[in-house]
């Protein structure tokens, strides 16, 4: 018979693997959802995977992985803290907007000053707007012990509407004609979060690789790291270790709101531009899924953002070349995330085959 | 100094990559804010872009890309299309304005079209329909066959189009019905079945026995017909599915015309940059057919109505009319300009006899 | 401003029915959560229950059958979580999102001939003299079949719940799935089982949208309600009848909403959406006294050799 046994040691190779192994079985199991809706599976599969990266306008595509890899990126590296930690934040949704309200309210209403110290502020601004909001869900936790993920939930519909009073109200560009948004702060040197817009480089993929680099050292090099890990592994022993949990959740959920609200003003600044009505699209709960691909790891969450990004870029690709609908690579993407998450299985857990007995 | 340069390069190739591409069709592209299969403003579009197809064969080739979010990644999907070789790209939605500026800026010799928005270009050209005129035939109707002079009204969002849309719809229930009475719901949605669902109930539940709607999905129609005695209108596209009874007409969005004439302006090589606000008259804006539920009377005056909206010999905005608040907006026989102070463009006011406020 | 114009008798009823797919998409979760799964695909599991049950009835011509069908759809939609979170012991959380990624996607590719056509109705539930009393008759008796069933299933699962063998081994297993299992119950069946009860109702609660409340079908049609649902179940403190009160209340809340604007009272829209949620943190934050309310093991994966 057949049955799951837990490996004494998580293995180390498999998760190098099993994501290959899971790509592969997408594009077969997409390929034959392409061929039935009368496309070519082949060119379908070449067109979302390989044109954004080696093809024929690679040059401007590959950027633009890193400009939709970014907000992934900021957002999945402070959640990652939290989720080692066994603390579920999974309102980042929220926090990313509520930075990107802070932040552009900031730079609007400097408008039309022009000054190098504009965007810091902004910056600034936003990190703290997504930290008060990733805090409500914490302090709650710490004084009442009610459920972070729930409320943390809860929070982004908060925010969701905030969004649209701000954009038809408070924010509203005076010049719009009456029409909901606010003015365009990509366009402004001072407020824009652009450092070169051609090349597709803006300060958001730049702090996202600065997370990288900081969240490695923490969580490797740094006794707080430690602490994450064996809260999440083992409360108790952390508990005798002399590790404060109460601390360690309003750091966790506080970084996380922190990094998701600047990922929130580097989008508004830069390429979104203003702040309206269905600002957000949901890079908050798609980071959740980049953060779990990415084992929790750094490194990981960097390679499973641009996975993700691949996908959207691709698969837009698909429907403007090859007429493929929408909906077909909305499938393509959960069967992608459904076998990456299946083949999870095998990192910690062995296949054995036994003989039979009789018990 | 290594960095700048690669910089510069990407620049310069962006600008460069269309050029290059040979030219047998004539590609065009749309970029649409919900899926094709919305059944109303995204549905009509990609009527839209079918009919260029049929009207123009081999010569052309058409690609679309659905459900485009309102920021960053329309930006990218527009400059996709310009990349693939585009030579003509429409962008469907007002939320596109910004990104198609941006991108038309990078491609100074593909040609843009943006629908309902105010930024003008070289490349960029605006379009919009009247649907007002539309309003002013539906409010005309609307007015004689209320018996609880009650209409209600499903508005979106509180934006100009709408707003004129209610304007219209109020001044012409209230010339032959001076009892009328408007009821408003924001629904703060295009498109959103159960909640339209619960506002048209809503309404009827406070006696409205006409409802107007200015949101996309038929599930008003619906309700009504399930309340039994309430007129209702398609919007966007016929919903002939509901007619006669409750759906007595519509407006229909109707883009094919225009997208065929400016698909053949740029194989004419005679594209320019325009600003085209067309309504009843050039077939923008089309007046589904009358059902038999609408009296004769009614609906040969409703025609009548139509055909001077359409021939010009009448506009749908002429004063004397008020404000809300009573100050005066058009003396005796003036007609509301377009733009510029108290224009249509940015019409953000009820007219008098308009109870409520347009919320902030 | 005439408030007068509002008829409290249609409201009620007309918010009973703006309620129930919130109600049958609350309750089913209640019963994954009370299991100690969390599954957060819920809007997923709708979407396709409102497919199937729209396509089924269109191609059936009966609205019975199609509402089976969604039951089918969503409860087959959730097979798929259950596999990936109960034997490949994928994480809850990932695994609910990918689940409505996809179920939005698979919803739209099967819907895509079944834009613009009006499904078969389903009579109204007149009981020909009860449905006659004033105010009661409009609010108790004169509904759609489904709406019954929904507040059935609320009291069937109250009583599961409560009384019965097997609701106490569910609970057990919500509670402490590592005692339930040193005890003999089989932790993963149950699980296996209460989620698919879950996808079920989400998706007879989806399809109730498509075919009753609005009806058509169009992408995306259940626009959210699948996450309050999510919320619904929490506000209810787990509890069956509360999730009966609290659909009222947050169906309440938009019907009423709509009503205000149309007798012209000029509210702030925003704020009064975002109230459900502010409400419910508030329930969880007074509720946080009672510790008992929610299931302990919520959200942990379980696999017997731990």
Not at chain 2, 322 to 330: T, V
């Amino acid at each position: 018979m057949i049955r799951l046994e837990k490996r004494p040691m998580p293995s180390r190779t498999l998760p190098m693997i099993t994501p290959v192994i899971a790509v592969i079985i997408t594009m077969i199991a997409g390929g034959a959802l392409f061929a039935v809706l009368g496309k070519d599976p082949i060119e379908a599969i070449r067109t979302i995977f390989w044109d954004p990266v080696f093809g024929e306008f690679a040059f401007y595509y590959r950027p633009q992985l890193l400009v939709k890899a970014a907000p992934l990126i900021l957002i999945a590296i402070g959640l990652s803290l939290g989720f080692r930690a066994g603390i579920w934040n999974i309102g980042a949704e929220g926090q990313y907007i509520m930075g990107a309200i802070t932040g552009a309210a900031v730079g609007l209403a400097f408008y039309p000053t022009e000054s190098i110290f504009i965007f810091p502020l902004m910056v600034v601004a936003a990190a703290i707007g997504g930290w008060a909001w990733g805090m409500i869900p914490a302090f709650l936790k710490v004084r009442f012990g009610t459920n972070e993920i729930l409320v943390s939930l809860m929070l982004v519909y908060v925010a969701q509407n905030l969004l649209s009073s701000m954009a038809l109200g408070l924010l509203k560009n005076p010049e719009g004609m009456g029409f909901p948004g606010s003015r365009n702060i990509a366009t402004n040197a001072s407020t824009s979060s652009w450092i070169n817009e051609a090349a597709g480089l803006h300060w958001g993929i730049v702090f996202a690789f600065i997370a990288v680099i900081f969240a490695y050292i923490l969580l490797y090099r740094h006794i707080l790291g430690f602490n994450i890990q064996l809260s999440g592994e083992a409360p108790r022993a952390a508990r005798f270790a002399g590790v404060n949990p109460t601390r360690l959740i309003l750091f966790c959920l506080g970084v996380s709101g922190a990094l998701a609200g600047m990922a929130g003003l580097f989008e508004v600044a830069g390429p979104a531009g203003q702040i309206k009505i269905g600002f957000n699209v949901g890079y908050g709960f798609t980071a959740i899924i980049v953060a779990f691909l990415g084992r929790l790891h750094p490194v990981g969450i960097v390679l499973a953002a641009m996975l993700m990004a691949l996908t959207y870029i691709g698969g837009e690709l698909a429907q403007g070349t090859l007429g493929l609908p929408s909906a077909a690579i909305q499938v393509f993407q959960g069967m992608l995330l459904f076998f990456l998450l299946a083949l999870d299985l095998l990192t910690n857990y062995r296949i054995a085959i036994l003989p039979r007995r009789a018990f | 100094m290594k960095l700048t340069k690669i910089l510069t390069g990407a620049t310069l190739a962006l600008g460069l990559a269309t050029t290059a591409m040979a030219q047998d069709k004539t590609k065009v592209g749309f970029v649409y804010v919900g899926p094709v299969g919305d059944g109303g403003w995204t549905y009509e579009h990609n009527k839209g872009r079918l009919a260029v197809e049929e009207a123009f064969g081999d010569k052309v080739e058409t690609t679309f890309v659905e459900n485009v979010p309102e920021g960053a990644d329309a930006e990218r999907v527009i400059t996709q299309m310009a990349l693939q070789g585009a030579d003509l790209i429409f962008t469907t939605s007002f939320g596109y304005m910004d990104p198609t500026i941006n991108v038309a800026a990078k491609f100074p010799d593909v040609k843009f079209e943006h629908a309902t928005g105010y930024k003008q270009a070289d490349n960029v050209s605006i379009y919009s329909a009247r649907f007002y005129e539309g309003r002013a035939v539906q409010g005309h109707i609307a007015g004689q066959m209320t018996k609880t002079n009650t209409i209600g009204y499903i508005a979106s969002f509180p934006i100009p189009e709408v707003i004129r849309g209610i304007n219209s719809a109020y001044i012409h229930a209230k010339e032959v019905n001076p009892d009328v009475e408007f009821k408003i719901i924001w629904a703060y949605t295009w498109f959103d079945p159960a909640k339209e669902a619960d506002a048209a109930t809503a309404l009827i539940e406070q006696g409205a026995d006409v409802i107007l709607q200015h949101t996309d999905s038929t599930a008003p129609q619906a309700a009504a017909q399930t309340a039994g005695n309430v007129v209702t209108f398609g919007q966007a596209s016929d919903m002939s599915e509901y007619a006669p009874f409750p759906r007595v007409s519509s407006i229909i969005d109707d883009w094919a015309p225009y997208y065929i004439a400016r698909t053949q302006a740029v194989m004419d090589g005679t594209w320019e940059s325009v600003s085209t606000w067309d309504g009843i008259g050039a077939g923008m804006v089309g007046i589904g057919e009358f059902s038999d539920a609408i009296p004769a009377d009614v609906a040969a005056s409703a025609m009548a109505l139509k055909e001077s909206l359409a021939d010009g010999s009448y506009h749908a905005f002429t004063g004397p009319l008020n404000k809300q608040d009573g100050s005066a907006w058009l003396a005796e026989g003036e007609t509301a300009a377009d733009y510029g102070d108290g224009g249509l463009a940015g019409m953000n006011f009820y007219l008098e006899g308009i109870e409520g406020s347009i919320p902030q | 401003m005439d408030l007068s114009a509002i008829n409290p008798v249609l409201l009620i009823a007309s918010l009973m029915v703006a309620a129930t797919p919130l109600l049958l998409a609350g309750i089913g979760e209640l019963v994954v959560e009370k299991s100690g799964v969390l599954n957060l695909g819920v809007e997923g599991m709708m979407i396709v229950g409102a497919i199937c049950g729209f396509a089924i009835s269109v191609e059936s011509g009966s609205p019975f059958v199609g509402l089976i069908a969604a039951m089918v759809g969503g409860a087959v939609l959730s097979l798929l979580f259950a596999f990936l979170t109960q034997y490949a012991l994928a994480n809850q959380v990932a695994s609910g999102l990918a689940l409505t990624l996809f179920g939005l996607g698979l919803s739209a590719l099967m819907g895509q001939s079944y834009v613009g056509i009006k499904p078969p109705a389903m009579a109204k539930l007149d009981i020909p003299v009860l449905s006659d009393i004033p105010v009661l008759g409009p609010i108790l008796f004169s509904h759609d079949p489904v709406l019954y069933v929904g507040i059935a299933i609320v009291a069937a699962t109250w009583a599961f719940l409560k009384f019965s063998r097997a609701g106490l081994i569910l609970r057990a297993v919500g509670e402490s799935h590592d005692a339930a299992h040193a005890l003999g119950y089989n932790v993963i069946l149950v699980r296996c089982l209460a989620i698919m009860f879950g996808g079920a109702c989400a998706g007879l609660g989806g399809a109730y949208i498509s075919l009753i409340r609005v009806p058509q079908w169009t992408e995306g049609m259940t626009a959210g309600i699948g996450w309050i649902a999510l919320a619904l179940v929490v506000f209810a403190s787990w509890k069956p009848w509360r999730v009966l009160l609290g659909a009222y209340l947050f169906g309440g809340i938009s019907v009423l909403q709509l009503n205000l604007q149309a007798a012209g009272v000029a509210i702030p829209v925003e704020y009064l959406a975002m109230s459900p949620y502010l409400i419910t943190i508030l329930v969880l934050v007074i509720m946080s006294a009672d510790k008992s309310s929610a299931p302990a093991s919520l959200g942990r994966s379980f696999h017997a050799s731990q």
